[in-house]
C-alpha cells in the first residue's frame, strides 16, 4: 500500500493532535489557578503563555476534521467512506469539533480580556465564564449577562454566531446523511 503525503499527515494529526490538546488543557487549568491554587511566576506565565498558543494549533486540527468528514460524506466516495466508519465514529468527531471549538472561542476571550482589560467585555472574564459565555454564544442562546464592548470583541463574537449557525446547520445535515442513505448490511 501506497503511504501518500496525506495519509502521513493524517497518522501524524492523529498523534500530536490529542498530545497539543492535553498540553492546552494543563496550561488553561494552571491559568485559571493562579494565583489561587499556583504562584504567578515565570513558570506558570510560560506554561499559560504556551497553551494558550497552542490553542491555535487546535484551530488547524479541528478545521482538518471538519473538512475531512465533509469530504467523507459528500465527496465522490461518500459510499465507501460511510461502508468503513461507523456511524458513532462520525457523530463523535462532529461532537468533538463542536467542543472544541466552544474552547478555543473561550480562549481567545480570555486573551481578549486580558489585552483590552474591562474595554472588552461587560464584566471580568475568567476562563470559565468565558467558556460558559463561549457555549451561549455558539448555540445562539445569548442570556445578556455577559457582552461584548469593545470592536474586537464583537467581530469575534460574530464571528462564533456565524460559525455556531453554520455548524449545526452541518450537524443536522449529518443526520440527514445518514436517514437518506442505506448502509449495506
Not at 482538518?64 to 465514529?89: D, F, M
Not at 463542536?98 to 476562563?127: H, M
Request: proline fraction near 4%; glycine fraction near 8%; include cysteine.
Amino acid at each position: 500500500m501506497i503511504n501518500t503525503a496525506g495519509d502521513r499527515l493524517a497518522r501524524w494529526l492523529r498523534v500530536i493532535g490529542p498530545i497539543i490538546i492535553v498540553y492546552c488543557i494543563f496550561g488553561l487549568l494552571v491559568e485559571a489557578g493562579v494565583p489561587r491554587i499556583f504562584p504567578d511566576n515565570a513558570f506558570t506565565a510560560i506554561v499559560r503563555d504556551a497553551a494558550n498558543f497552542g490553542v491555535f494549533a487546535i484551530w488547524f486540527y479541528l478545521i482538518w476534521r471538519i473538512s475531512k468528514t465533509l469530504q467523507g460524506l459528500y465527496g465522490a466516495e461518500s459510499a465507501q467512506y460511510l461502508e468503513v466508519t461507523p456511524i458513532w465514529r462520525i457523530l463523535l468527531d462532529v461532537t468533538i469539533a463542536f467542543v472544541l471549538a466552544a474552547f478555543c472561542f473561550s480562549v481567545l476571550y480570555v486573551y481578549i480580556a486580558r489585552l483590552q482589560g474591562p474595554a472588552a467585555f461587560s464584566g471580568d472574564l475568567t476562563l470559565g465564564e468565558a467558556l460558559y459565555f463561549s457555549i451561549v454564544t455558539m448555540t445562539t442562546t445569548g442570556y445578556g449577562d455577559i457582552s461584548p464592548k469593545s470592536g474586537l470583541a464583537k467581530f469575534l463574537v460574530s464571528v462564533q454566531i456565524l460559525f455556531g449557525f453554520l455548524y449545526n446547520v452541518l450537524f443536522f445535515s449529518i443526520f440527514a446523511s445518514f436517514a437518506g442513505r442505506k448502509r449495506p448490511g
